[in-house]
């Protein structure tokens, strides 16, 4: 199989709400992890980020790192002051043998700030994409040179959201800049993530498989809530749970000949959704949908 199914500890420690999950021991999340069946983990702030303290945890677990959020600041900083902030991330990715780094632009990013509701996030002027598309391209070149694969992540309450900004980021880029196609986060900002997956599939690296719940979404939007409170409302489930077609999501992938890893993840509360539970739900309808799609 030319996929393979990995999980985000979020389920169990949330980072951006770190009272959910905060009394879980990152052991307990490393062991539901492989018993629910996934092959790796990605990174969370429980996790050591020494290699000699990570290797032996993973190993232990049986579990391969794969992976971890940047939060980059390029329209900010130069590329050169960029390089110098991610590089202890890159370093650990690489000394874990971990080839693709995750990294969304989050100047001016609101989604950690439960002050501010969706539709006061920052924007890009027009004009300004040619330029930020250099930058990025300049910032993943030199990892690139360095063996570390570029994944750009759209996320809520950020200068890249929507399927349309999708578009201008990847027309203002090339091909060193992969795309990480979130399918929950391209619902929930009303896009359909197999029509991205179309769109963009080679250029497609690396995959977050969550769904969302449209009761909750419709009255997020009706709301203009923050994005924590959408997070603590349940508007994200696991596959399967909730309104996104996954298997057309896969249908899409296979024909871009995908190659990489698909990172079930779902921001809940664990003490509402047993991370066990969920993750074995989760790794159930993935498993299903590739079958059912000829993987």
Not at 30 to 42: P, Q, S, V
Not at 224 to 248: C, H, K, M, R
Request: with cysteine; glycine share 10%; proline share 6%.
């Amino acid at each position: 199989m030319s996929v393979r199914l990995g999980i985000s500890p979020i389920g169990w420690s949330n980072d951006d709400l770190p009272e959910l999950g905060g009394d879980i021991p990152l052991d307990t999340c490393l062991a539901e992890t492989r018993e629910a069946g996934f092959e790796g983990i990605e990174l969370g702030h429980k996790f050591p980020r020494d290699p000699a303290l990570l290797r032996p945890l993973l190993a232990y677990h049986g579990l391969r790192l794969i992976s971890g959020w940047y939060s980059g600041r390029l329209l900010e900083r130069s590329v050169a002051e960029e390089l110098e902030a991610v590089e202890q991330h890159r370093a650990l990715l690489a000394a874990m043998s971990f080839t693709i780094l995750v990294y969304a632009e989050t100047t001016g990013g609101i989604a950690g700030d439960r002050t501010r509701p969706l539709s006061s996030r920052p924007s890009l002027p027009d004009g300004d994409w040619r330029d930020f598309g250099t930058r990025l391209i300049e910032l993943a070149d030199h990892l690139a040179e360095r063996d570390i694969r570029l994944a750009y992540h759209h996320p809520m309450g950020t200068i890249v959201e929507t399927a349309a900004e999708i578009d201008l980021l990847m027309a203002a880029t090339g091909g060193s800049v992969g795309l990480l196609l979130d399918t929950g986060h391209l619902a929930f900002a009303g896009a359909d993530p197999a029509d991205i997956a179309w769109r963009h599939g080679p250029r497609i690296n690396h995959v977050h498989c969550k769904d969302v719940r449209p009761g909750v979404l419709a009255g997020v939007h009706a709301a203009d809530q923050n994005f924590l409170d959408a997070v603590l409302d349940s508007v994200f489930t696991v596959p399967g749970d909730g309104a996104i077609d996954f298997a057309a999501v896969l249908t899409a992938l296979k024909a871009a000949d995908f190659h990489g890893w698909l990172v079930f993840e779902a921001e809940q509360d664990p003490a509402k959704a047993p991370p066990l539970v969920y993750a074995r739900c989760g790794f159930a309808h993935l498993s299903a949908a590739l079958r059912d799609t000829g993987w």
